[in-house]
């Protein structure tokens, strides 16, 4: 049972445009949620966090929003750039544990 | 900094050797310290995780196992591999809570 999903498994975008990312979750214990960015062959880097005592959190380009009610998490790049193209992983982690529950991950692709 | 190594960063072994797998984190004391791997075109499972010496935990029933040593070492092991464990296999560290995990650079492992 997979408790994050990231149901898109790759997005195409013009480069300056918007790219959303989504993320659903079904663990209603989860309170502190990740993106990161994975380029091949190498670690994830961490993007950007978010905590349940917020629905949205920003950092430059990329903002992320929590919809608890919806447990659902998205992830905004504006403006997006090639070197943007990644893939992206969604994560999610009770307060109470020390573990990360990974989405699948989306394959961003930024075309200029 | 915090730094994490992993070693090697590439390897290809034949069905039933052994396996070791090192992972050392600079530049920070008793950190958490995990094991995940990728499978290709997966997302990130946990394997192993640890909160301190000699303490492992185990998420998935494998023939992998893991050890702790020293403060800053955490080791995956294999005493017969199988194909099934071909991927890609990164280490993780935290300071526990609520911090973010943040990964090494991986070791791509293909077993032929």
């Known amino acids: 049972d997979q408790q994050v999903k990231q149901n898109s498994p790759s997005l195409s975008v013009q480069e300056g445009r918007i790219s959303i990312l989504n993320c659903d979750y079904t663990?209603?214990?989860?309170?502190?949620f990740l993106w990161y960015k994975k380029y091949p062959a190498e670690g994830p880097t961490f993007l950007i966090s978010?905590?349940?005592?917020?629905d949205k959190n920003e950092d430059g380009r990329f903002t992320v929003f929590l919809n608890k009610s919806a447990k659902h998490l998205s992830l905004h790049i504006v403006p997006s750039q090639p070197g943007d193209s990644a893939v992206y992983f969604c994560?999610?982690?009770?307060?109470?544990?020390?573990?990360?529950?990974f989405g699948g991950g989306t394959r961003l692709m930024v075309k200029p | 900094s915090q730094t994490i190594h992993q070693w090697p960063a590439t390897l290809v072994q034949p069905v039933g050797s052994p396996l070791s797998l090192e992972c050392t984190v600079e530049?920070?004391?008793?950190?958490?310290l995990y094991w995940y791997r990728q499978a290709a075109g997966r997302g990130l499972q946990l394997l192993f995780y640890?909160?301190?010496?000699?303490?492992i935990s185990s998420e998935v029933p494998q023939n992998l196992s893991a050890s702790r040593p020293q403060d800053r070492q955490f080791i995956l092991s294999s005493k017969k591999l199988l194909l099934s464990d071909s991927g890609f296999y990164l280490c993780?560290?935290?300071?526990?809570?609520?911090?973010?995990?943040?990964f090494g650079p991986g070791t791509r492992l293909t077993v032929l």
């Open positions: 994560a999610a982690k009770a307060s109470a544990g020390n573990m990360l529950t």
């Open positions: 663990n209603s214990m989860f309170d502190y």
């Open positions: 978010i905590s349940s005592i917020k």
């Open positions: 530049g920070t004391s008793n950190p958490n």
């Open positions: 640890s909160v301190g010496i000699g303490q």
């Open positions: 993780a560290r935290s300071s526990g809570g609520w911090d973010t995990q943040y």
